[in-house]
């Protein structure tokens, strides 16, 4: 399978613990980005890289989110000190340039 | 105000009808433009791009109205298959997607 991969699919978890997840882009994108989405809402821009840089992260993102793209391959969001409201869709999708994006499954977080 | 804005619908249609979409952006600097289809709990996967002089793909009709700054999507004879929430999405840099336009096709 060569498209984005995202590991876990869903993740249960307490609130106040900090979660990491992972997307392993399409090898040849130089783009990788994260959206979060909501029941009823588009995907919401989180931030995105090109190769290694992260070149802009939302304003309406807090300092409990970071995502960061070792080696322009693959990358990682972590959450610390999760909150209900965190609870959502996390989506990574990747792209050459600014042509069009393949996404991931995503990562179902549930915040109890 | 949002960067991209769509109605959410929904819109329910009968099998074979004509629907239409509209969607709005803010940045007058967006650079390209796509629609993207996003089936029940499923990841977006690209529908078609929209380029300036308009283009069509078999049922599927989008134009760009740079002066106003909208964009739109035609389905003509609409099939069941076509029931999914269509995403209006811009460039400006990095992709912005709109809120969706939930269709649903009813035979």
């Known amino acids: 399978d060569t498209g984005v991969s995202q590991d876990p699919r869903h993740k249960i978890t307490k609130r106040g613990q900090n979660v990491t997840f992972r997307c392993d882009p399409i090898s040849e994108h130089n783009r990788l980005y994260w959206y979060r989405q909501t029941l009823g809402q588009g995907p919401e821009f989180l931030t995105y890289f090109q190769n290694e840089a992260q070149l802009e992260k939302s304003r309406l993102l807090s300092d409990r989110f970071s995502a960061e793209r070792p080696k322009g391959s693959f990358s990682t969001l972590e959450i610390q000190r999760t909150e209900q409201g965190d609870s959502a869709m996390y989506l990574c999708a990747s792209g050459q340039g600014q042509e069009k994006l393949f996404f991931g499954s995503g990562t179902q977080l549930s915040v109890l | 105000r949002k960067e991209v804005e769509q109605d959410p619908g929904p819109f329910n249609v009968p099998e074979g009808a004509t629907v239409a979409f509209n969607c709005t952006y803010s940045?007058?600097?967006?650079?390209?433009f796509f629609w993207y289809r996003q089936d029940c709990r499923k990841e977006p996967k690209l529908l078609m791009s929209?380029?300036?002089s308009g283009n069509e793909d078999g049922r599927f009709t989008a134009q760009l109205n740079r002066a106003s700054q909208y964009i739109s999507l035609l389905i003509r004879d609409s099939k069941l298959s076509d029931s999914a929430t269509y995403l209006c999405v811009v460039n400006t840099d990095k992709l912005i997607f709109g809120t969706g336009t939930r269709l649903q096709v009813f035979p």
């Open positions: 929209v380029y300036s």
């Open positions: 940045n007058s600097a967006s650079q390209s």
